[in-house]
């Protein structure tokens, strides 16, 4: 019998299913962050979640008129931002609900008196106490938890705006995700396994994505090949590759395209010809391949991130971790000390 590594399916299945049931307690602030009224959404994050966030962004700019912003906790507490007032809804994330620079950017909203909703795990933790309204997350590792944490918010400020009127149909095609992921998991794996195989001692990687799948790629390319496997890579978006990065492609260049399922596939479609004409060492990985079954076409880019991250860090990741022998929870620098 064939066991997927570092996979429980029970488990997996419990905790989506958890997530997915939470969805409802996002669609309450939204109806009541509606009634309160506001004048804008700002994502505020570092890192990973931030790169999370900017899924939404790209969403946002095509179903709203509602203006969102994404900004880095770093910066925004040195900037300030024109668009950032007490009429703002600020949205942010950290899983341990004590990463610095979120919880600082977190104190400096309240100071101004901005509301603040926040994905954490724990409501006592640092974020958790600084925020208005609580997004909670059921575990620790997986993105997948991380995007639908925020959905019921999210998606419940765009329906109550008039932009999203399909959000009951929606959820209801939600109760097959993770049946879909599971199977996207079982599907991928094997593939995963050659793949890590064949790439992981290279000395460098490109990877490709866009649209609603940029911030995915770059998540992935940063939080875990560079973070976690201490890899070297190069993360561009379909459309600005071809304005710097292509030149750098050579015969034996290894370069990872993630297809995604929206408006910008026509950007990614434009790389995969020319990558295909390049290099012999060019990885496909299109999303639309693992969606979940009989999924409305207009939906598939929402969830577009969520398969791709069950796909990358679900089983890519482990197995670079495999094939390397870095344990993928192994830091140099990352929270080791102060810096």
């Not at 990687?205 to 973070?227: D, K």
């Not at 577009?304 to 890519?316: E, H, K, M, W, Y």
Request: hydrophobic content about 40%; overall charge negative; charged content about 25%.
């Amino acid at each position: 019998d064939f066991q997927m590594i570092k996979f429980d399916e029970a488990d997996y299945r419990k905790n989506l299913t958890n997530q997915i049931a939470l969805i409802e307690k996002g669609a309450a602030y939204a109806e009541e962050i509606t009634k309160d009224g506001y004048s804008n959404i700002f994502f505020i994050a570092v890192g990973g979640t931030m790169a999370m966030m900017l899924h939404f962004a790209e969403i946002a700019k095509q179903k709203t008129k509602i203006p969102v912003y994404v900004q880095h906790a770093g910066e925004i507490v040195l900037t300030g931002h024109s668009q950032l007032t007490k009429e703002s809804l600020v949205i942010m994330g950290s899983k341990s609900g004590d990463t610095k620079e979120t919880v600082a950017a977190a104190k400096w909203c309240k100071e101004q008196g901005i509301r603040i909703a926040s994905m954490v795990i724990d409501k006592e933790s640092p974020l958790g106490k600084l925020s208005d309204y609580y997004l909670p997350l059921v575990v620790f590792k997986g993105v997948e938890y991380e995007y639908l944490s925020m959905f019921g918010l999210f998606y419940g400020l765009l329906k109550c705006n008039g932009d999203f009127d399909e959000y009951d149909e929606f959820m209801e095609q939600l109760k097959k995700l993770p049946d879909a992921l599971v199977e996207a998991h079982t599907k991928f794996d094997p593939i995963a396994a050659e793949i890590a195989k064949k790439y992981h001692a290279r000395d460098y990687m490109m990877w490709v994505g866009g649209g609603e799948l940029w911030g995915e790629v770059y998540l992935f390319s940063m939080c875990v090949l560079e973070e976690m496997q201490w890899l070297k890579t190069k993360s561009v978006t379909s459309a600005e590759f071809f304005h710097g990065t292509l030149e750098l492609v050579e015969k034996d260049t290894c370069v990872f395209l993630v297809k995604g399922t929206g408006a910008c596939r026509k950007l990614d479609d434009r790389a995969q010809k020319f990558l295909e004409t390049y290099t012999d060492d060019l990885v496909v990985i299109d999303v639309m391949d693992y969606m979940i079954p009989g999924l409305d076409e207009k939906f598939m880019p929402m969830i577009a991130p969520i398969v791709s991250t069950a796909l990358l860090i679900g089983r890519l990741g482990k197995h670079f971790e495999a094939n390397t022998g870095h344990d993928l929870d192994i830091r140099r620098y990352y929270r080791q000390f102060e810096y």
